[in-house]
């Protein structure tokens, strides 16, 4: 079934189509609440809840742009939601200087469950800084609106959480395997 045919049946309430639209896209937007949620029980009720919001909003998608990425969105929207329900990432002093760092660009390959382990044992809002701005593709200007910080509280999460990505590299805490 191609994805044009899941979106339409998922539009009409075909069953088979929501159930090849959830076989097909569970995975990868299971990987998105990942980055977000570290708790096994948050992150499947952030994935369930997503999926329904897809198949619900289905009409709104437009089809400008993949329905992946749109999905993707969505799915994001919802674990912020998530996180600030509990209202556990937005207890931080906004006033911390931030030293400037140089951007480098290093040619690594990781492992994906040594990347997420690392994520897991960085505070949340930087976390979460991190996979708006470096996975999700979010301007600073809209990651301050998501977290209700300023654009320069977004650039300084960020910078604190590279910070904390190359202080992990150069005390060998996580696996590193060299791109060929």
């Known amino acids: 079934m191609t994805e044009q045919d899941i979106i339409n049946g998922c539009k009409n309430n075909d069953r088979q189509c929501q159930r090849a639209f959830v076989d097909q896209y569970s995975a990868y937007l299971m990987g998105v609440c990942r980055r977000y949620i570290t708790d096994g029980t948050r992150v499947q009720d952030c994935l369930q809840e997503s999926l329904m919001k897809v198949l619900t909003s289905l009409n709104q998608y437009t089809e400008k742009g993949s329905f992946k990425s749109w999905a993707a969105r969505i799915t994001v929207n ?5 996180i600030r329900k509990e209202k556990r990432h937005i ?16 040619n690594l390959k990781l ?5 997420l382990r ?12 991190i996979n708006m701005y470096i996975i ?10 998501h977290l209700g910080v300023t654009e320069s509280s977004s ?5 604190r959480g590279r ?11 996580i696996k590193i395997v060299y791109k060929n």
């Open 78 to 82: 919802i674990c912020l939601q998530t």
């Open 91 to 106: 207890n931080f002093d906004l006033d911390q200087q931030v030293d400037i760092v140089t951007q480098e660009v290093v």
């Open 111 to 115: 492992e994906v469950d040594d990347v």
């Open 118 to 129: 690392f994520l897991d044992t960085i505070p949340e809002k930087y976390r979460i800084a």
């Open 136 to 145: 999700e593709g979010y301007s600073h200007k809209e990651i301050g609106q």
């Open 155 to 159: 650039r300084s999460l960020v910078t």
């Open 163 to 173: 910070k904390m990505i190359k202080s992990a590299f150069a005390e060998k805490m």
